[in-house]
């Protein structure tokens, strides 16, 4: 992946020091999944809000034990699961946009920022250079891809495509038809409650829950083969190189779930405000 393209390109250092931040990086934004999951258990169910310390931590660990375990057992559950897991996220989407669609202005399109309210530049560009990376975590798994100068690039290619597909066109959908609506953090679940109905919504909601799930697999994963392709670089213990009998990095796997449980009680205040935002965002101040 990247560590020997930054060692070959710049050296050993930079190598090093670009690789062991990806890692890190990754590892601290992993740690987020199993306390967003808590959370939307939590704003879903009368008895899990009213867990404590404890029953939370065991429901963290139980959460970062089993499906750590599913990236120990090799990238052929992993990637499939994550193929069944966009599916099912991507689906209610797919609904809104087919079922929204007959309700679209296109002139809602033109209509450009409301008086006082400048459009955040900085803001928009935070937010599309945080939905768009990542790309390069996929390299990680070149070296267990057979014709990875052919399959990679047709494979970026095609999810550029669809990722790009899958913003524009639920986004087009709730702005050509409800241009008026409060847009925030959350705001697909309400607009398609009020255009479509409550299911759609409710749909779109466990979407998001799964969503969690899917995310922390394949960040587990490119996490551990990203530690365990520094090794093969030299820059690492060659011990963090060995592979388990499914062909996948089994201390890597380890340091990367232990540093996802270190992290976790870092993260959760800052989740939980997130989350409160979500569900309970702050009424329109016009």
């Known amino acids: 992946g990247f560590s020997a393209w930054t060692n070959a390109a710049y050296g050993p250092f930079v190598s090093f020091m670009c690789s062991f931040m990806s890692w890190l990086s990754g590892v601290t934004d992993n740690a987020i999944y199993p306390v967003m999951v808590l959370e939307y258990l939590s704003e879903g169910s009368t008895g899990v809000d009213r867990w404590g310390l404890l029953e939370q931590w065991a429901f963290v660990l139980g959460f970062t034990a089993v499906f750590t375990y599913l990236t120990y057992r090799g990238l052929d559950v992993t990637g499939g699961m994550a193929i069944f897991l966009t599916a099912f996220v991507l689906a209610p989407f797919v609904v809104f946009t087919i079922m929204g669609s007959a309700k679209v202005n296109p002139t809602n399109w033109l209509k450009g920022p409301r008086a006082g309210k400048p459009v955040k530049w900085k803001s928009l560009l935070n937010i599309l250079f945080w939905n768009l990376n990542y790309y390069d975590s996929a390299s990680a798994f070149a070296g267990d891809c057979k014709e990875p100068e052919r399959i990679f690039p047709s494979a970026m290619g095609i999810s550029l495509v669809a990722i790009s597909i899958s913003y524009v066109l639920p986004l087009a959908v709730a702005t050509g038809a409800a241009p008026d609506h409060k847009y925030c953090d959350g705001c697909y679940v309400s607009i398609a409650n009020s255009l479509i109905g409550d299911w759609l919504g409710n749909w779109m909601s466990v979407a998001a ?66 989350v409160d935002q979500s569900m309970h965002p702050l009424p329109s101040q016009d």
Do not use: H, N, W
């Not at 394949?218 to 090794?231: L, P, R, T």
């Open 209 to 274: 829950f799964i969503s969690c799930i899917g995310l922390f697999v394949a960040e587990m994963a490119s996490d551990s083969f990203q530690i365990m392709g520094m090794a093969d670089q030299g820059q690492l213990p060659k011990a963090l190189a060995r592979r388990s009998k499914y062909d996948t990095p089994t201390v890597p796997i380890l340091l990367s779930a232990i540093g996802v449980l270190a992290l976790g009680s870092f993260v959760r205040l800052a989740v939980r405000s997130v």
